[in-house]
């Protein structure tokens, strides 16, 4: 009896077994987009070569279906549209262009003959290798329909792209003929994600600084400044250190601040510092104007340490505000630096110490060199997308 018992054990563990087994030789293996794409483009390339649209249509909405929107697959939606006389401008969208750029560079890549470029980059190329019969009948059919449109039109462009008469697509969706379309929209769109929010700006300036008033006498004197700070989009944000003097052009007088006596000086080495907001108001591809406010500190040496004598110990300095309207003008050479000019009209009152009975609202003209750093990332990309407009 318990023989059996254990032969039947046996059996029973047996078949338990076997049907594991076969629940492991059933398991289904899941497509992957190597295989789908390339079975589904050659598939798609022998209904369309023999007129059967129906049938290619339904090999593209199972390959779109497996995966997704990918290179292969829009160029398959444009084939289809030409063929059957359809507007492309429905399936324009945000990822359009970028798609573009991915046959440009699956072009390039071939033409050179890279083999090994698509063994690392399978998914960016969308599974599909090169020469394949895919790319044959890309080129057929857009040499075939060119002509069947306008040459302002988007169909038309696509097929000079793809029947590679024409790889400067993306400079001409700048073009005024281009600028009502969706994909130059889409395009303008692009560039304006990419361009730089902010820029780092530097410049050092040199010019005169001209009085008014009563202090005319006093004679222009040179001006020397350092600004820096940051630009975002249209505005620029900046603090501004200026020099100038030395000397008076007359002898003035003057209290001073220590002993209350009044004494006749040269002296004029002054400055400004303060913080200056800006506002472009015109810009072109190679300069701008801006108009700009700055309000902050402002003086000079009345009598320096050297001038005492007697019981004079200590020199004098008188401190004011300074309110100032400015417009300024930046011719940029390249991407990065610029020479320019800025005009200033500042408001002071050297009275506010009764150190002195005068004041004035002087003018100052400067010539700016300077430095604006774009971001390395932003600009490699707009050169990558052709892009030959303003970058800021």
Not at 107 to 123: C, G, I, V, W
Not at 166 to 183: A, P, R
């Amino acid at each position: 009896m318990r023989k059996l018992a254990f032969i039947f054990s046996i059996f029973i563990s047996l078949g338990l077994y076997s049907q594991n087994f076969d629940s492991i030789m059933s398991k289904r293996i899941e497509l992957n987009c190597t295989d789908v794409t390339q079975n589904s483009s050659f598939l798609f390339s022998h209904y369309m070569e023999n007129n059967k649209i129906d049938s290619a249509k339904l090999i593209f909405d199972y390959w779109k279906g497996k995966c997704g929107l990918t290179e292969p697959t829009f160029r398959a939606n444009v084939l289809l549209n030409l063929v059957q006389g359809n507007s492309i401008e429905p399936i324009i969208d945000s990822f359009t262009i970028g798609i573009i750029l991915k046959y440009r560079d699956r072009r390039n890549a071939s033409k050179a003959l890279m083999y090994s470029h698509y063994d690392y980059n399978q998914s960016y190329y969308g599974f599909l290798p090169f020469f394949s019969r895919f790319d044959q009948l890309t080129t057929q059919i857009a040499s075939d329909k060119i002509h069947s449109y306008s040459k302002e039109s988007i169909e038309y462009l696509l097929c000079e792209y793809y029947a590679d008469l024409n790889d400067s697509i993306l400079y001409k969706l700048q073009d005024k003929n281009y600028l009502n379309t969706s994909l130059s929209k889409e395009y303008y769109n692009l560039i304006e994600e990419i361009k730089p929010k902010s820029t780092f700006n530097m410049n050092f300036s040199f010019g005169a600084w001209i009085p008014t008033g009563s202090m005319k006498k006093f004679g222009t004197k040179p001006i020397f400044s350092f600004e820096m700070g940051a630009d975002v989009k249209k505005m620029s944000y900046n603090i501004n250190i200026s020099i100038r003097g030395n000397k008076s052009d007359v002898y003035y007088m003057a209290k001073r601040e220590d002993t209350g006596l009044i004494d006749s000086t040269n002296s004029f080495l002054g400055g400004y510092m303060g913080f200056e907001v800006g506002r472009m108001i015109l810009q072109t591809k190679k300069s701008d104007f801006r108009v700009q406010l700055g309000v902050g500190f402002d003086g000079f040496d009345v009598f320096e340490d050297k001038d005492k004598r007697d019981n004079v110990s200590d020199g004098t300095s008188i401190f004011t505000y300074n309110f100032n309207l400015g417009i300024n003008y930046r011719y940029y050479i390249g991407d990065i630096y610029y020479i320019g000019a800025i005009a200033k009209y500042n408001i002071v009152d050297y009275r506010l110490g009764n150190i002195v009975n005068f004041s004035s609202n002087p003018f100052s003209l400067q010539l700016t060199l300077g430095f604006s750093a774009i971001n390395i990332y932003s600009k490699s990309l707009l050169n990558r997308l052709n892009y030959k407009g303003k970058r800021r």
